[in-house]
């Protein structure tokens, strides 16, 4: 069956004529393709670039693939059709393909320094296995690797590095050499300097980057994926730990306080941001557009800036081809224009996804 969309595209605001066969997008017309939007607004779909369909609502891994096929509907039905697993305790690489959910960019499991981590999410090693595990798991993933560049040390009373980082920064070169791209999970300001320096792909959280720190990612082109929902949550996270550790308890809060400004400077000084709600764990999958929102109310991005960080813009970086001629047969319909509301994106009208209709719409002339 052949598909046809006709719409504003963006980000080219033009009314075009959209052809979808298997697979594919064409912008020549297909005999007999049957029309599922005449009107609307059309991106080639949301993405959540930070997002985990391999844990469990409170940190658990799954148990079976078929919760990460669950996990996944959820996001796919809120509009996103490209989703980067930042890390997953459970292999499924057999979801890759799948037809029915979004484009998987994957990561291995989280490389995680010993006792310092959630408990049964990474592989905790050693700085004398660091090398070897994260090449591991970089070719246990389908391009991208997690590191957990910091956490709380509970000798120290507060964040610290996950190892040494030049032990880090080897380990870095050794994913890289095994093909993949690193995204490191970092908080605190000496680990996220020395990882940006160290060749980091992208930085997630960043919630310690400096003015210099943000100046030299966008000299390497180092992305920002900042996850300002989970940020929110370090109220709680601090209000748990004040009572043992409260050096800890304030160096969250000072880090929440002063992130949106943090994300309007790197946003500012052109380093790339994507979006991601960082679903999984403490955070409900499905809240990409919450993300968007996020990243235009509190840290100041225009809309077209929001839309570019969780649409066409993520998915180029993830390598997922957009509305052009021989591109992915995946489009989000809008009643009305996002551009003006971004509110509308938590309301998508058609969906389609790798070729097929998920949502079907309005149609012929209405």
């Known amino acids: 069956m052949a598909w046809h969309v006709r719409a504003v595209v963006l980000p080219e605001d033009e009314v075009r004529d959209l052809w979808f066969v298997g697979d594919r997008v064409t912008l020549s017309p297909v005999p007999g393709a049957v029309t599922i939007a005449d009107r609307g607004f059309v991106l080639p779909g949301l993405v959540d670039a930070h997002c985990h369909i391999g844990m469990r609502r409170g940190g658990a891994p799954i148990e079976h693939v078929d919760e990460a096929r669950a996990l996944a509907r959820v996001d796919r039905d809120a509009g996103v059709l490209a989703i980067r697993d930042a890390g997953s305790p459970y292999p499924y690489p057999e979801l890759d393909l799948d037809p029915e959910l979004p484009r998987l960019a994957r990561a291995g499991q989280h490389v995680a320094p010993v006792k310092r981590y959630l408990r049964d999410i990474g592989i905790e090693v050693g700085a004398e296995d660091l090398v070897e595990t994260l090449a591991a798991q970089a070719r246990a993933g389908n391009g991208w690797v997690k ?36 995204a490191v999970h970092t908080f605190a300001e000496e680990s996220v300097a020395a990882l940006v320096r160290a060749g980091v792909d992208s930085v997630e959280h960043g919630t310690g980057l400096s003015e210099g720190d943000i100046a030299e990612m966008a000299r390497r082109g180092t992305a920002l994926v900042p996850t300002m929902i989970n940020i929110d949550t370090f109220g709680v996270i601090a209000a748990q730990a004040e009572p043992r550790f409260p050096a800890y308890a304030r160096h969250m809060l000072q880090l929440r306080d002063r992130f949106p400004a943090v994300v309007g400077a790197a946003h500012d000084a052109g380093v790339p941001i994507y979006v991601g709600s960082d679903a999984g764990g403490g955070i409900r999958h499905g809240l990409a557009a919450a993300e968007m929102l996020m990243l235009h109310d509190r840290a100041g991005l225009s809309t077209m800036d929001v839309l570019r960080a969780g649409s066409w813009g993520a998915r180029e970086w993830l390598g997922f081809a957009g509305l052009v001629e021989g591109g992915l047969a995946d489009c989000v319909v809008y009643e009305r224009d996002p551009r003006l509301d971004l509110r509308v994106l938590r309301e998508p009208g058609v969906i389609l996804l790798r070729g097929n209709v998920v949502r079907p719409g309005h149609s012929g002339a209405g």
Not at 153 to 182: F, N, Q, Y
């Open 147 to 182: 590191l957990v560049g910091d956490w709380i040390d509970r000798a120290v009373g507060d964040l610290a590095p996950g190892w040494d980082v030049g032990a880090m920064a080897t380990a870095i070169e050794a994913a890289h050499a095994a093909g993949a791209r690193v």
